[in-house]
């Protein structure tokens, strides 16, 4: 109950930094189209598509601490913790498709230049680079005692960076007239998100395609499971993420017929071995004589 508690009295902590910084995140990328509208900057738009990369991360980790608390229903047993991966795979498919145009639309300024108003570029920079380090400064503390906030933490340090890029450019084009300077910092602002957002795609589809988590290797948790005294197989073994963080297994686990008698302490010491061992907390296993797998149905190996 102590822990219980405690752990929901960080995660609100938590909660209300990164609910000062998503709304200031957004804010910024609100004045980063406006800016890049009113100054013709490629840069300032694919900075914002860096912002909005990172504003659906820290809205995705405030998501991820508030749907933590929704109760699971008849209907839905484990919840709504999907819809965490459903909007990350949503916001991850929108991104690889600005991010597209960006480096096809700098690709064309190389060969015809359109002018930058160098002014507006280095002032809205300049203000997404006091919001982001101001998120930083929020944020500072809680990346020691969360991931989830470490996460956002890092995500509003690489805003900081690509604000800092297009300050550069613009200081450039201020100082030299090479307009070029704006489609350059564009293609690097893309290649930056380019990366962190097919990540975040291929791990939402892994768990959409209920995948075998990452660092979960199936022959070593057998391998485990076998080690128990009393087991002698283990079949139907599956391992799959429910969201982010939350990996579950079930496995059919063959045991002697004496083993049988005392099922309680032997389950008790499996989901142990699971718990400690591969971080699963929430495992279902099927004990079962020998000989039973002949009576079953068609079945994974």
């Known amino acids: 109950m102590g822990h219980g508690h405690g752990h929901a009295t960080a995660s609100a902590h938590h909660r209300k930094r990164l609910m000062i910084v998503l709304p200031l ?96 570029m280095m002032v809205t920079a300049a203000v997404g680079l006091v919001a982001n380090g101001l998120g930083l400064w929020l944020l500072r503390d809680g990346k020691d005692e969360s991931l989830n906030l470490k ?16 300050l550069t450019g613009a200081i450039v084009i201020q100082l030299t007239g090479w307009v070029a300077a704006d489609a350059l910092i564009s293609i690097v602002i893309a290649l930056l998100i380019l990366p962190r957002t097919w990540k975040l795609l291929r791990e939402a589809v892994d768990i959409l395609l209920e995948a075998t988590p990452r660092g979960v290797d199936l022959a070593e948790v057998r391998k485990h499971l076998l080690e128990a005294p009393g087991v002698t197989d283990v079949h139907d073994l599956h391992a799959w993420t429910i969201t982010s963080g939350v990996p579950v297994m079930s ?51």
């Open 25 to 120: 995140t957004l804010s910024v990328l609100v004045v980063q189209v406006v800016g890049a509208i009113m100054s013709g900057s490629l840069a300032l738009l694919a900075d914002a598509g860096h912002m909005a990369t990172d504003g659906a991360g820290i809205a995705l980790a405030l998501f991820a601490i508030w749907i933590a608390g929704k109760p699971a229903s008849a209907r839905r047993t484990f919840g709504y913790q999907r819809a965490e991966i459903l909007a990350a795979a949503v916001n991850a498919v929108l991104l690889l498709g600005l991010s597209g145009y960006i480096l096809v639309e700098a690709v064309r300024r190389f060969a015809d230049p359109e002018p930058v108003g160098g002014t507006i």
């Open 251 to 301: 496995a059919h686990v063959v045991v002697e017929e004496e083993a049988l008698t005392r099922c309680g302490p032997l389950l008790d010491r499996l989901h142990e071995c699971l718990a400690g061992h591969f971080d699963v907390e929430h495992s279902t296993l099927q004990l079962e004589p020998a000989g039973h797998v002949d009576h079953e149905g068609a079945r994974h190996h």
């Open 151 to 166: 996460g956002a933490y890092l995500e509003v340090l690489g805003d900081l960076l690509g604000s800092v890029a297009v």
